[in-house]
């Protein structure tokens, strides 16, 4: 089991710098969430960094923002595959992990299009043998809409994961936040799993509650331990099935006080020591 730190959770550093963070946090690798810099750069010069920091990319996530080129990412990844997976094979990474689309009908329209799109880009990566694998996360629940979006719930994920033979990336505060208990959720990724984005889920009042834009920042993401989920135990279950996938820390840039490089770093230490201690 390797820990990793996405870089979503420093998305506004240069790479250089949350590669040196992650180094000294005691990471043994790192999630790349495509940004500007690292295309403006490109994989050769991530590359470097891997080499330099001994920390290799481990995974790659689309966009958090939808800056120029990438606008309409949100709604479907598929048209834009063939970029990330670039981006993917550039940096030597192993894994492209892609979030569902948002669509509550899979037969025409924004789901049939993200379908086949995974589905032809997977048929063209397997004759390459690059190694690369598309990973399906689960998606978290943010209001009433989010009911009746298709691959939502973990046995429809499942499902479609079984249908196309693709891994799973599973996001424990997305998954509690369906109300689903994480360890009896985790059934539906046993097998399948080369992902955890590991944070905790926190209770919020009833103003946060009812904006869905803040949840990401101050409700989900949170730093393990400091919210309602039971990630230990979970942790204890991971090692105790042999996983060796990465665990990612994928954390709130607000949780981590990003506007204090020390005190992210810190905060992100003591993830890191809270990991390690969950499955020694």
Same mark, same amino acid.
């Given at each position: 089991?390797?820990?990793?730190? !996405?870089?979503?959770?420093?998305?506004?550093?240069?790479? #250089?710098?949350?590669? %040196?963070?992650?180094?000294?946090?005691?990471?043994?690798?790192i999630?790349?969430?495509?940004?500007?810099? %690292?295309? *403006?750069?490109?994989?050769?010069?991530?590359?470097r960094?891997?080499?330099?920091? $001994?920390?290799?990319?481990?995974?790659?996530?689309? &966009?958090?923002?939808?800056?120029p080129?990438?606008?309409?990412?949100?709604? !479907?990844?598929?048209r834009?595959?063939?970029? %990330?997976?670039?981006?993917?094979?550039?940096? +030597?990474?192993?894994?492209?992990?892609?979030?569902m689309?948002?669509?509550?009908?899979?037969?025409?329209?924004? +789901?049939?299009?993200?379908?086949?799109?995974v589905?032809?880009?997977?048929?063209?990566? $397997?004759? #390459?043998?690059?190694?690369?694998?598309?990973?399906?996360?689960?998606?978290?629940?943010? !209001?009433?809409? !989010?009911?009746?979006?298709?691959?939502?719930?973990?046995?429809?994920l499942?499902?479609?994961?079984?249908?196309?033979?693709?891994?799973?990336?599973?996001?424990?505060?997305?998954?509690?936040? *369906?109300?689903? $208990?994480?360890?009896?959720?985790?059934?539906?990724?046993? +097998?399948?799993?080369?992902?955890?984005?590991?944070?905790?889920?926190?209770?919020v009042?009833?103003?946060?509650?009812?904006?869905?834009?803040?949840?990401?920042?101050?409700?989900?993401?949170?730093? &393990? +331990?400091?919210?309602?989920?039971?990630?230990?135990?979970?942790?204890?279950?991971?090692?105790?099935?042999?996983y060796?996938?990465?665990?990612?820390?994928e954390?709130?840039?607000? $949780?981590l006080?990003?506007?204090?490089?020390?005190?992210?770093? #810190?905060?992100?230490?003591?993830?890191?020591?809270?990991?390690r201690?969950?499955?020694?």
């Amino acid at each position: 089991m390797k820990i990793s730190l !996405s870089t979503g959770c420093l998305y506004v550093y240069p790479l #250089r710098s949350i590669f %040196a963070i992650a180094q000294r946090a005691g990471f043994d690798g790192i999630e790349l969430v495509i940004g500007p810099e %690292a295309e *403006w750069r490109g994989g050769a010069y991530v590359r470097r960094l891997t080499e330099e920091y $001994a920390l290799p990319v481990l995974s790659v996530h689309p &966009p958090l923002l939808q800056y120029p080129g990438w606008r309409g990412s949100f709604q !479907s990844i598929a048209r834009f595959l063939p970029r %990330a997976l670039a981006v993917t094979q550039e940096v +030597g990474a192993p894994i492209l992990v892609i979030h569902m689309p948002r669509s509550r009908d899979a037969s025409r329209g924004v +789901g049939r299009e993200f379908i086949e799109g995974v589905v032809a880009a997977k048929a063209r990566l $397997a004759p #390459r043998g690059a190694g690369t694998r598309l990973s399906l996360e689960n998606r978290a629940y943010f !209001s009433a809409h !989010s009911h009746g979006l298709i691959l939502s719930l973990p046995a429809e994920l499942r499902a479609f994961a079984e249908a196309h033979d693709l891994p799973m990336t599973l996001d424990t505060a997305h998954l509690g936040t *369906w109300g689903i $208990a994480l360890l009896e959720g985790y059934p539906s990724f046993r +097998g399948r799993l080369v992902n955890v984005h590991l944070s905790d889920l926190r209770e919020v009042s009833s103003f946060v509650e009812r904006r869905p834009q803040w949840h990401s920042y101050v409700k989900q993401h949170q730093l &393990p +331990g400091s919210g309602k989920l039971p990630l230990r135990e979970f942790l204890r279950v991971l090692a105790s099935d042999g996983y060796a996938g990465a665990v990612t820390l994928e954390l709130s840039p607000t $949780a981590l006080n990003i506007w204090n490089p020390r005190a992210a770093e #810190r905060k992100l230490k003591t993830a890191v020591e809270y990991v390690r201690q969950a499955i020694a």
